[in-house]
Nanobody
Framework: VQLVESGGGLVQAGGSLRLSCAAS??????FGWYRQAPGKQREFVAT????????NYADSVKGRFTISRDNAMKKVDLQLNSLKREDTAVYYC????????????WGQGTQVTVSS
């Protein structure tokens, strides 16, 4: 199973970025994004389900970030708008799937840095 992120980078406050994650090697029922800032624990950002296409967001990103997926549940994107300095973190792609449907997978992470 592989989750490969792309799209991170350096952006000024107020700007936008789009992160993508390509998933392979299994069936996935839930996709998500988490982030980890320096010196902090990894935190939830957003998730999207396969069956109902329902989404869930952390309060800190609601109205600014949008998670989406392709119909085949092989790719998930995160659109980051109105970025703030506190959004600076390594962003990790997450997927739940596997034979049991209960295995959690993680990507290697992509750095997002927001400058003032």
């Amino acid at each position: 199973v592989q989750l490969v992120e792309s799209g991170g980078g350096l952006v000024q406050a107020g700007g936008s970025l789009r992160l993508s994650c390509a998933a392979s090697g299994s069936f996935f029922s839930i996709f998500g994004w988490y982030r980890q800032a320096p010196g902090k624990q990894r935190e939830f950002v957003a998730t999207i389900t396969g069956a109902a296409n329902s989404t869930n967001y952390a309060d800190s990103v609601k109205g600014r970030f949008t998670i989406s997926r392709d119909n085949a549940m092989k790719k998930v994107d995160l659109q980051l708008n109105s970025l703030k300095r506190e959004d600076t973190a390594v962003y990790y792609c997450y997927a739940r799937g596997g034979m049991s449907g209960r295995v959690d997978y993680w990507g290697q992470g992509t750095q997002v840095t927001v400058s003032s």
